[in-house]
């Protein structure tokens, strides 16, 4: 089975801490338990290998025993939290869901059969494999959601490997690449698993001076609102080695800041895709957003500045859309890089970067300079269509605090106009009250000027 070596973790790290929910901790002993319990009641419930099983849950003892219970039996599983919002049935039809288990706030679960026999063909190939699957969607900020089916069997193979003993804080979501890879991380390596109640700054760091927490993978837009909401200065977050950031551009202003403030802290920029899993990954230094990203089981080039990414973990293909890799295996990724030798930097989603006049602009670094500006606590670049230059900057923001906005808007032209060309100036500028960024925290780019 795909998961033997990952039992035999748990089984090594019995007495160990394996997770800590809502105050209270659960050893490795419960969780192997408790997997025996689901496996048991999988069967009663006719949840035979090949189901595909809807899991809607966040990071609880129940969710993370029941996953491993799932792919230990071969069934096709489906992650799903409150994050999808609207598109919750849209996702359970294009996953041909046959079976559904929710887990409530109280980590107490309900399982209903659906009345479906999926039929997809990829579904089909997975069965007579008798492999685990797991299929994981796209935000679908820019179009439809994309349902990208994995073999578990793959995906587990670089968790092989060992790596280091942390406790690791489970910010990234469980129906997300990257909230994936950070339970198997820190299971595969009998380290505890530290869930929180919300994502709020507060939550989170309080609960990383609570439980000595040593690892917190997430995102720039949220290390950006632990800055703005100077949360760091009101808990103790000396046992906090390493931070990890990915899933969207990172302002330097903003990396450049954190380390200042945190200088014994490793930043590690991290890179992955929910087509291909995540990518190993070396910052050049901890302030630079240079990085080398590639590792076991994972190929790079660089096509036209665009990154291509060929995996041994890579999907077995969408269920909703035709397939993006090329014959021999290569994903074009849609993300412009500069290269220096080994290490790249990323300047963004070619989709996103704004067309003025000829000139390429890259989101990411116009926000980076506003991000400097006095009283700015977020803020997105996006283009709009000008029957002139065939593009215009513009800039959505909210403020920290109250400022007459006419006068913001003028005082943040003049500060982007000492600092950048002139076509790169946000000729718009919007003031918002609501947040910019999405319940995975990422920025939300389509907006309609």
């Given at each position: 089975m795909s998961v033997d070596f990952l039992l035999r973790t748990l089984r090594d790290h019995a007495d160990q801490d394996a997770v800590i929910w809502q105050d209270n901790t659960y050893s490795y002993r419960w969780l192997l338990d408790r997997i025996d319990y689901w496996r048991i009641a999988l069967r009663q419930n006719e949840i035979a290998a090949g189901t595909v099983v809807i899991l809607e849950a966040d990071f609880s003892p129940n969710a993370i025993a029941l996953f491993l219970a799932l792919v230990e039996?071969?069934?096709i599983l489906v992650?799903?939290?409150p994050a999808v919002g609207a598109k919750r049935d849209e996702f359970v039809q294009i996953a041909e869901g046959e079976a559904c288990i929710t887990l409530d706030e109280h980590d107490h679960a309900d399982i209903t059969r659906l009345g479906r026999v999926a039929s997809h063909d990829l579904l089909a190939k997975l069965r007579l494999l008798n492999h685990a699957g797991l299929i994981l969607f796209s935000s679908g900020s820019t179009g439809q959601s994309k349902a990208a089916l994995h073999d578990m069997v793959f995906l587990l193979e670089k968790f092989k490997v060992p790596r280091h003993r942390l406790r690791t804080i489970s910010f990234l979501l469980y129906d997300h690449i990257g909230g994936i890879n950070t339970m198997l991380y820190t299971l595969c390596n009998g380290g505890c698993l530290v869930t929180v109640r919300d994502r709020s700054p507060d939550s989170v760091l309080s609960t990383i001076d609570t439980y000595r927490v040593e690892l917190l993978p997430t995102s720039p837009t949220f290390i950006n609102l632990i800055l703005i909401s100077e949360a760091y200065k009101r808990y103790q977050l000396d046992s906090l080695q390493t931070l990890t950031y990915g899933t969207e551009p990172m302002p330097e202003s903003t990396l450049r800041r954190f380390h200042q403030l945190f200088p014994r802290i490793r930043l590690v920029q991290t890179y992955g895709l929910s087509e291909v899993g995540i990518l190993r990954s070396k910052s050049k230094s901890a302030d630079s957003l240079w990085?080398?990203?590639?590792g076991e089981g994972f190929e790079t080039r660089v096509i036209d500045g665009i990154l291509h990414?060929?995996?041994m973990s890579a999907m077995l293909g969408y269920l909703n859309a035709p397939s993006?890799?090329?014959?021999?295996?290569?994903?074009?990724?849609?993300?412009?890089?500069?290269?220096d030798g080994e290490y790249v930097r990323f300047l963004g989603r070619q989709s996103e970067i704004i067309n003025v006049g000829g000139e390429k602009v890259y989101p990411a670094e116009v926000e980076s300079v506003i991000q400097e500006l006095d009283n700015v606590a977020e803020v997105t670049v996006f283009g709009e269509k000008n029957p002139i230059t065939g593009n215009i900057v513009c800039s959505v923001v909210t403020l920290a605090r109250?400022?007459?906005?006419?006068s913001f808007v003028k005082r943040l032209k003049k500060f982007c106009g000492e600092r950048l060309q002139n076509y790169k100036v946000p000729v718009k500028v919007f003031i918002s009250n609501e947040e910019l960024h999405s319940a995975r925290?990422?920025?939300v780019r389509n907006f309609d000027a």
């Open positions: 039996s071969a069934c992650p799903l939290t990085v080398k990203v590639g990414v060929r995996a993006p890799f090329t014959e021999d295996g290569w994903m074009n990724t849609g993300d412009r890089v500069e290269v109250d400022e007459d906005h006419r925290f990422k920025k």
